[in-house]
């Protein structure tokens, strides 16, 4: 399980636990679909240049000495437990799950537009309806993506987060790039840099403190999904960070 730390623009400081990560952190009815459950590991055909994934999580603020413990005692329960990214979160419960929560059921998904890779300006096509991109409300962070219609509720999930894969070096010069863990020694970097290859979340901005943030984007089987933790009401913007306060469990 691996451990970052990193600060932001504006002063936060964040760890991440076996959880995805923006790798340039500045830059970066229809409501009511349940997740579709995910085939199996063995049945999963991921092309080796091109990824589009599923979410999970999580972080705390300890000290590096906690982690350390944290870790090593999820690592084991990793043995009679699903792998870490298996675990959706229940915002009403405030606690983990695979596939359903015993209490309100599978989570909701609002799914892309389906369009074919390769097609010109494929980002922006893919964008699910009653959403829609403009200008950002946020100074100088070009186009974001606000809700027009009826309030998104708590809970309702958006992805996967879609993208190139790429090396590391070009990921830390992208401003649309995420770095997925798949194991201890093993990461991934998705970049949305290439609109053609991308789906419209590349357009969500990062928030900017804790009261401005509606989404939390979260590594899920192996990609990553944006949950809604706030309800966003119409003409609000959708803004993105990964959680601060969640624990796996174990």
């Not at 922006?124 to 959403?131: E, F, G, N, Y």
């Not at 509720?153 to 863990?181: C, K, L």
């Not at 419209?200 to 804790?210: G, H």
């Not at 706030?230 to 796996?248: K, N, T």
Request: charge should be negative.
């Amino acid at each position: 399980m691996q451990t970052e730390v990193s600060s932001t623009s504006d002063g936060r400081t964040s760890s991440s636990v076996g959880h995805v990560t923006p790798v340039d952190q500045q830059n970066a009815e229809i409501w009511k679909k349940p997740l579709k459950e995910e085939e199996t590991d063995e049945d999963e055909d991921e092309d080796e240049d091109y990824f589009y994934g599923g979410t999970s999580s999580l972080v705390e603020d300890v000290t590096p000495e906690v982690r350390t413990e944290q870790n090593a005692g999820f690592q084991m329960v990793l043995k009679e437990k699903p792998k870490h990214d298996d675990y959706l979160y229940c915002e009403d419960c405030r606690s983990f799950f695979v596939n359903k929560c015993d209490v309100h059921g599978p989570a909701l998904f609002i799914p892309d537009v389906a369009v074919p890779l390769g097609v010109a300006d494929r980002a922006r096509q893919t964008l699910p309806p009653r959403l829609e991109i403009r200008k950002s409300s946020i100074p100088d962070a070009g186009l974001g993506v606000f809700n027009s219609s009826d309030t998104i509720p708590v809970g309702a999930h958006f992805g996967p987060y879609q993208g190139d894969t790429v090396e590391r070096e070009e990921a830390m010069n992208s401003a649309y790039s995420w770095v997925i863990y798949q194991s201890q020694q093993c990461e991934k970097y998705l970049d949305a840099t290439s609109e053609v290859h991308s789906n419209w979340m590349r357009y969500v901005n990062c928030s900017r403190n804790d009261e401005e943030q509606n989404l939390v984007a979260f590594q899920y089987r192996g990609g990553i999904l944006y949950r809604c933790c706030r309800a966003i009401e119409r003409g609000q913007e959708l803004s993105v960070w990964y959680d601060e306060e969640e624990v796996l469990p174990g």
